[in-house]
């Protein structure tokens, strides 16, 4: 009985893990369907997704030129204050599904397939009940935040939802760790707690406080060192796994959290100025309203609800004698730490952006998981496994509703046509001017046009990097206006902008600036075109001298734009029909040969920055930089080619790679490139 007990189980076992395989996978299959129709074709939005994506293109670019290893090193040798692993995240799926957005969001998705997979390994441990897990994973799948496509969503390219996934992991792993009672369950916490650290440096305060309110609890259970001494050993495995990334980012950290938040002159932008109470309703109603949702709430309690009274029915609630119990360690604990932890800080923070606390998804998950379990011992198994599959069964067609609709309304999905074009027409008529450094004024801040999208823009839709700067703004905080009057005069493009919302100090100078601003670019400069969109209007405008093509190859904002608004949103951007001056094709620290200087004629009146820029002597930065290789015309746009990471993998030069790697992350970032100056 005991051989044909365990065999079954062990049948059991396989088959509940390729269901979940199986469900994993068409989750994911239906997410990639849907990304590049709702999501993948408009323009990086959002100041951080962009600031992320530019480091994951920036580690593919240098994978792409000297191996994975390099690649790999370039991500992780990134100065960044926030996270260190988002770049390497993305450069596997890169390999596999080429650079691009649909395959950055990918690991969005990845992290939450992770997430979903050890919260049912460990509710199954804890309640001993498959039916419960498959519950569980269901009411992940039934979340509102990841699939809603806001900032910090699914959608988004960003740490904070890659970090509550690994978060949640981390969680189940301590769960599964029967309350730090299995040194290997120690190490896989504190590995995991490691992984969380590297990909948001901001976790490491809730796991300080987490791992010191653990401590104090195991201490008043005078149970013997045994348990204590495994949480010190899983602290310590997550040192060593994140420590040399925080020591290298200090100075950044620095800057970035205390300056930013605290100390700084922009602390008092960011400053909420709630009271108590008025944070306490924005932790609970962004808690439940948005990161979970209405549609996840119902569940829980729906499930809570039929799970009562389904035990009241049965011998007065009696539990099942040897009843579905798993192991007898407490998981409340683990859980409301994870829960506490980031809900105290966050609570306490002035800064109450919603994007942070998404890393109390999964401890809420739990509770509710936690809730079933202890009413689960006393629901006959027929009615349980039925409770059970009605609650997948809602929270997949959720998942499935919520992917196959467009969460973006009519009204912006034609604004980001608009934009789109806009980014298509600077990006083709820098390279007909030929700048390669184009100089780009916006006067207000605003996420969707700037120099950041529109070389975003220019990768991800044409191939290949044309390096923007951003002459205005300068920052959030108004600026002297003979700066202002300086950099507007020594731009290539101005995007003037009329209408839009007054968020910063900086919006409502430019906003008194408008008048003087117009007169001098209808003066000084080209109108190109006009736009009036959903969130803006604006008046594009150009350098006049800027160098044109022969007439019917120039590139043309109106045809562009037109283009544009035909036709499905994800459609691939076409170049001008034959262009007459093209972009050089650049090498690292090479210069263009003589024959393509000759096809760029000198244009009278420019500023010192371009002439240099159109100089025979140009020099592509040089340290973490990235090479600009022009892709041929009949190249379906967006699209690069992947070059083979392997055939450089000798042993050799993986040891040579390895220590230049190794060195790079000792001494630190190197100074800014002069593109991301």
């Given amino acids: 009985m005991s051989e044909a007990s365990e065999g079954a189980r062990g049948g059991t076992a396989w088959k ?19 990304v590049g129709v709702h999501y993948a074709w408009i323009h990086p939005r959002w100041f951080d997704q962009a600031q992320y994506l530019r480091d994951a293109y920036g580690a593919f670019e240098h994978a792409r030129s000297g191996g994975f290893l390099e690649g790999l090193g370039a991500a992780l040798g990134r100065g960044s204050a926030q996270g260190a692993l988002h770049g390497a995240y993305a450069l596997p799926l890169f390999a596999v599904a080429g650079a691009g957005r649909s395959a950055a969001l990918a690991v969005n998705l990845a992290a939450f397939v992770l997430l979903q997979a050890v919260t049912f390994i460990a509710v199954r441990r804890v309640s ?5 897990g498959w519950a569980a994973v269901g009411l992940l799948a039934a979340y509102q935040v990841p699939w809603s496509g806001d900032a910090g969503s699914a959608s988004d390219f960003r740490l904070d939802w890659m970090a509550a996934c690994l978060y949640g992991a981390a969680l189940g792993a301590a769960i599964l760790g029967e309350g730090l009672r299995s040194t290997r369950g120690a190490v896989v916490l504190g590995a995991l707690v490691g992984l969380v650290l ?18 104090a609890w195991l201490l008043t259970r005078r149970e013997g060192p045994g348990r204590p001494a495994r949480l010190a050993l899983a602290g310590l495995i997550a040192v060593g ?34 009271t108590l109470a008025e944070s306490l309703d924005w932790l609970l109603s962004e808690s439940l309203l948005r990161q979970l949702g209405l549609v996840a709430c119902a569940l829980g309690a729906g499930a809570a609800v039929a799970l009562k009274l389904a035990s009241a029915r049965r011998n007065g609630g009696e539990a099942f004698p040897g009843g579905r119990g798993g192991h007898a360690a407490n998981p409340w604990v683990p859980v409301l730490l994870f829960l506490a932890a980031p809900a105290a800080v966050l609570f306490l923070h002035p800064d109450k952006a919603a994007q942070p606390l998404e890393i109390v998804a999964a401890p809420l998950a739990w509770v509710i998981i936690l809730v079933w379990v202890r009413l689960a011992p006393r629901v006959e198994g027929p009615v349980l496994a039925r409770i059970a599959a009605g609650v997948a069964a809602l929270g997949f067609a959720y998942y499935g509703y919520a992917q196959l609709r467009d969460p973006v309304p009519a009204a912006l999905q034609a604004q980001y046509r608009d934009e789109n074009a806009l980014g298509d027409y600077l990006f083709f ?46 920052g959030l905080l108004p600026a002297p206006e003979g700066v202002i009057r300086e950099r507007l005069s020594e731009s290539d493009f101005v995007c003037l902008v009329t209408r839009a919302p007054v968020e910063w100090p900086s919006d409502k100078q430019m906003e008194a600036l408008l ?14 075109a006009a736009l009036d969109e959903a969130e803006f209007s604006a008046v594009i405008y150009e350098r006049r001298t800027l160098a044109r093509a022969p007439a019917g190859h120039q590139a043309d904002f109106l045809a562009i734009l037109g283009r544009g608004r035909r036709g499905p949103p994800n459609a691939a951007a076409l170049p001008p029909s034959a262009p007459f001056l093209r972009v050089l094709e650049l090498r690292s620290r090479t210069a263009p040969s003589a024959s393509k200087r000759k096809a760029f004629p000198k244009a009278p009146g420019l500023i010192p920055h371009q002439a240099k820029s159109r100089a025979p002597s140009v020099r592509q ?39 230049r790697w190794a060195r790079r992350l000792i001494s630190g970032p190197g100074p800014a490139t002069p593109w991301m100056a």
């Fill in 198 to 215: 590297l990909t948001r440096y901001l976790t490491a305060v809730y796991f300080v406080l987490i791992f010191a309110g653990w401590l």
């Fill in 128 to 132: 001993g009940s498959y039916a419960l």
């Fill in 429 to 474: 008529r820098s390279e007909e001017a030929g700048i390669f450094h184009p100089r780009v004024a916006v006067t207000w801040v605003l996420d969707g046009i700037g120099a950041d999208p529109f070389e975003l823009m220019g990768w991800e839709r044409h191939g290949r990097w044309l390096r923007f700067v951003a002459t205005l703004p300068t």
């Fill in 515 to 528: 008048p003087e601003m117009r007169r001098w670019c209808d003066a000084n400069l080209r109108r190109v």
């Fill in 621 to 659: 930065p040089t340290g973490n930089s990235l090479s600009m290789r022009r892709i041929p015309w009949d190249r379906a746009p967006g699209s690069s080619p992947t070059r083979s990471w392997t055939r450089s993998l000798t042993p050799r030069r993986m040891l040579r790679r390895c220590v």
């Fill in 16 to 34: 509940q893990a390729f269901g979940l395989a199986a469900v994993l996978a068409l989750e994911w299959t239906l997410f990639q369907a849907q």
């Fill in 241 to 274: 796994i994140s420590g040399w990334a925080f020591w290298r980012t200090r100075r950044q950290i620095y800057d970035y959290y205390w300056m930013g938040h605290f100390g700084g002159p922009e602390s008092a932008l960011r400053n909420s100025h709630l």
